[in-house]
Every structure is written in C-alpha cells, then in structure tokens.
C-alpha cells in the first residue's frame, strides 16, 4: 500500500486534473489524501468577504467530501487560504503548510498542478510543492507529477510559460465514469459544453489523452522527479 497526496488549488482541481487517477490508486490499495488550499468563490466578488459567499462556500466544501468519497480518498481537508490571491502571500507560509502535511501523511507520491497554468493560484502552489518536496536526506517523496487543469492549463498562450508536454500517462478507462460522478457533484463549478470545463470536453481530453497512448481513456502529466 502507498500513501498518496494530492495537493490542488480549489476544490474541483483535484477531480479536474487527476480524478480518475485517484480512483484508480484507490482500486489498487493505496491511500489517498485530498488537501485544497484555497477557499474558492471569494474571486468572484470585488473584494474578499466570506461572510457574503458563505452558503456558497459550504457548498463547495460538501461537493469537495462528496467528489472524495466518490473516488475513495481516505480524506479531503479544505484549507481558507484566499482563493485567486495565494500570490499575496508569503510563498514560505504555504510551504509550511505542506511540508506540515507530508509530515502527517508521509506520501511517496505526491501530484500538484502545472507550473505554467493561467491561474496564479496554480503556480504558487507548484512552486511551494516543490520546494516543501527537495530531495534532502529522509524525504520520503519519491515520485512528484504535475497534472493539467482544463480552462487553465491549455488557456496560456505560447510563450507565456513552459508548455504542459506529459510524460506519463495512467490508464483511466474503468475509472472514467466514476471521474465523470465526482465532477457532477461539483454542479456550480462546472460549464455548459462547449466550455473546456464542461463534463463532455473532459470525457473528450481523456479520450484524447487515451489515444495519444493506445488507450481508451487516460490522464496525464509531467513526471517532475521520481526516485527508485
């Protein structure tokens, strides 16, 4: 059995990026531990207040327990960091927070967003993933893997930052339709086809993403640092 933690942005990221993947760690009898950073909904408003999107919050966090017990997670904890602002904060104290974590959880595995996505929050939190994650002596991180977000990762425009060129690909093809529920419960999150965000573009990703490597359906990534 392997410990495995995912360490997304918002609450969705995690199914978005690596959903079926999760699944698919949880079949084989791994344990898997969900951590969300920021809080979610407070980018939408002019300027930060909690209180006013509170009901929304709440749905979001239950939509985040219900995505994991769909997958299998062994638990999802939701931090209040605030949501589209990580960039606002010392990088040091979302470092601590995760090296707190792998301390906790003592995953080998670890998956983390894209370093060049639009979204700051995804960047910051790249970056402090992979600094709470440098190899020095007794780590017990073996493998680090970043995941694409969709209506983040492919929005950057050429040039802007380093492309997301997977290589490594996990067969999702008996764990789609259980990607497909998770994402269904995150209802106020998710789009109307044809935005990238919407349950038919990601079906046609991890078919694609499938295709790429013979297989029915896949997710993908980029193989950060493995250590065997």
């Not at 589209?84 to 904060?89: E, I, V, W």
């Amino acid at each position: 059995m392997n410990q495995v933690l995912v360490v997304a942005a918002h609450p969705d990221d995690e199914v978005l990026g690596c959903g079926g993947t999760i699944a698919r760690h949880v079949d084989s009898g791994d344990q898997v531990q969900v951590l969300i950073v920021a809080e979610g909904s407070t980018s939408r408003l002019q300027k930060r207040d909690r209180v006013q999107v509170a009901d929304e919050l709440s749905v979001l966090a239950n939509a985040a327990q219900l995505a994991g017990s769909i997958l299998g997670v062994s638990g999802v904890e939701l931090l209040d960091f605030p949501d589209n602002r990580l960039d606002s904060l010392d990088r040091l104290d979302l470092i601590k927070c995760i090296e707190e974590r792998i301390i906790r959880h003592q995953p080998e595995c670890i998956y983390v967003h894209h370093s060049g996505d639009v979204n700051v929050d995804h960047r910051r939190l790249h970056e402090a993933v992979v600094t709470a994650c440098r190899p020095m002596p007794g780590n017990v991180v073996r493998r680090l893997l970043s995941f694409e977000v969709a209506s983040s990762t492919e929005w950057q425009p050429p040039g802007s930052s380093p492309p997301f060129q997977p290589n490594w690909f996990v067969d999702i093809s008996e764990q789609l339709s259980r990607k497909k529920q998770a994402l269904e419960v995150y209802s106020s999150e998710m789009k109307p086809w044809p935005h990238a965000r919407s349950i038919e573009a990601l079906e046609h990703l991890a078919r694609w993403r499938g295709a790429q490597v013979g297989l029915e359906a896949a997710e993908a990534f980029c193989l950060l640092r493995s250590i065997v």
